[in-house]
T-cell receptor, first 113, second 115 residues
Framework: AQSVTQLGSHVSVSEGALVLLRCNYS??????LFWYVQYPNQGLQLLLK??????LVKGINGFEAEFKKSETSFHLTKPSAHMSDAAEYFC???????????FGGGTRVLVKP | EAGVTQFPSHSVIEKGQTVTLRCDPI?????LYWYRRVMGKEIKFLLH????????ESGMPNNRFLAERTGGTYSTLKVQPAELEDSGVYFC?????????????FGPGTRLTVT
């Protein structure tokens, strides 16, 4: 069975500082990996996805993530946090042969001025 | 183009009552998914429709939950009778294709509170 671990349920960063959200997965086969963001009172929005092409994936709003197979990780980064980045972020995995997403527990990001 | 919509946005019911949640997927999306997030835990898969057929219902917690998608358009998720542990946020998502690389578009969720 697949599982996804997000280290830290809450992260606080200063505006302009690096945002680093950690995600590790366990999977018997190379999966498809996703990062979603949920802003207050909204649905989940796809930030970026890894689908076995380039290991460094660029997404919307200046976010990017790097797939590291040897570390089974897919950490999300943004060089400079903006107040509008305050939200909850979810890492998710999807088996190549399956359709359902398996999510991590989510990380809520607080951006301090 | 309208996104995935869910109704109601909030529902508060008493234990033992029945509640029906509705999801309207993006037009033309044959794949429809239900997920649930209980008490700040991880979002968990409930089931997957392809058109009107249940492709995967391995995440349905028990027989108090009934999902339908008559005609392959909107879907309903009925909880009968509701229990306290059913409280949470129910998300619906849809995708154009079943290919894993295709994005699942999520609705805003229905927050269910069972008292």
């Amino acid at each position: 069975a697949q599982s996804v671990t997000q280290l830290g349920s809450h992260v606080s960063v200063s505006e302009g500082a690096l945002v680093l959200l950690r995600c590790n997965y366990s999977s018997s086969v190379p999966p498809y990996l996703f990062w979603y963001v949920q802003y207050p009172n909204q649905g989940l929005q796809l930030l970026l996805k890894y689908t076995s092409a380039a290991t460094l994936v660029k997404g919307i709003n200046g976010f990017e993530a790097e797939f590291k197979k040897s570390e089974t990780s897919f950490h999300l980064t943004k060089p400079s946090a903006h107040m509008s980045d305050a939200a909850e972020y979810f890492c998710a995995v999807r088996k190549a042969a399956g359709n359902k997403l398996t999510f991590g527990g989510g990380t809520r990001v607080l951006v301090k001025p | 183009e309208a996104g995935v919509t869910q109704f109601p946005s909030h529902s508060v019911i008493e234990k033992g009552q029945t509640v029906t949640l509705r999801c309207d997927p993006i037009s033309g999306h044959d794949n429809l998914y239900w997920y649930r997030r209980v008490m700040g835990k991880e979002i968990k898969f409930l089931l997957h429709f392809v058109k009107e057929s249940k492709q995967d219902e391995s995440g349905m917690p028990n027989n108090r939950f009934l999902a339908e998608r008559t005609g392959g358009t909107y879907s309903t998720l009925k909880v009968q009778p509701a229990e306290l542990e059913d409280s949470g946020v129910y998300f619906c998502a849809s995708s154009q294709e079943g290919n894993p690389t295709y994005e699942q578009y999520f609705g805003p969720g229905t927050r269910l509170t069972v008292t």
